[in-house]
């Protein structure tokens, strides 16, 4: 059943319940993600850029990570690909090969932050910040999302083959 397919009501309680739990959160990465587009369209990291991949990090449980992963990833999210203005924005639809597109990123930014020392292959990391700051383009989907919103079971496919992933919910 999709979330569309139930009543007002009922989505409206759950918009509401999803607000109160998350919604600082959501407010607060949102505001890192939206400045830290000035760096990325100019091909430079930014202290806010290394804010925002820092607080995905603490805030979303990723376990292991050291702390020089936080500049690292913002320099390889800088270096890894081609911004543009039209990646922070909607996409008209979703498909075969957008999700080839948000894998592709994905395993981008965790070969080019292995090139700079990021010591392990930080999948979820590097989804969880491509998400972050193109949220129409690379969806997440991990543990934590999987139990907030009740979905049992784990895929048997891991990274890179994109299997874990669910498309934005931002509309």
Not at 49 to 71: D, M
């Amino acid at each position: 059943m999709k979330f569309t397919d139930y009543p007002d009501s009922q989505r409206a309680v759950a918009v509401s319940t999803f607000d109160a739990r998350f919604g600082e959160m959501e407010q607060v990465l949102w505001c890192l993600s939206v400045n830290s587009r000035a760096g990325l369209l100019a091909g430079e990291s930014s202290p806010v850029l290394e804010a925002l991949v820092w607080t995905i990090k603490s805030w979303w449980g990723v376990q292991g990570v050291r702390s020089e992963t936080k500049a690292q990833m913002a320099k390889a999210l800088a270096g890894s690909m081609t911004w543009s203005p039209d990646l922070f924005g909607p996409v008209p639809e979703y498909g075969p090969d957008c999700a080839g597109y948000a894998c592709e990123r994905v395993a981008e930014l965790v070969s080019h932050s292995m090139l700079l020392g990021v010591s392990r292959r930080e999948y979820s990391l590097a989804s969880k910040v491509l998400h972050w700051l193109m949220p129409w383009r690379v969806p997440v989907y991990d543990s934590f999302v999987r139990g907030a919103l009740g979905v049992p079971g784990r895929s048997t496919l891991k990274w890179p083959h994109c299997s874990s992933l669910i498309w934005p919910h931002r509309g």
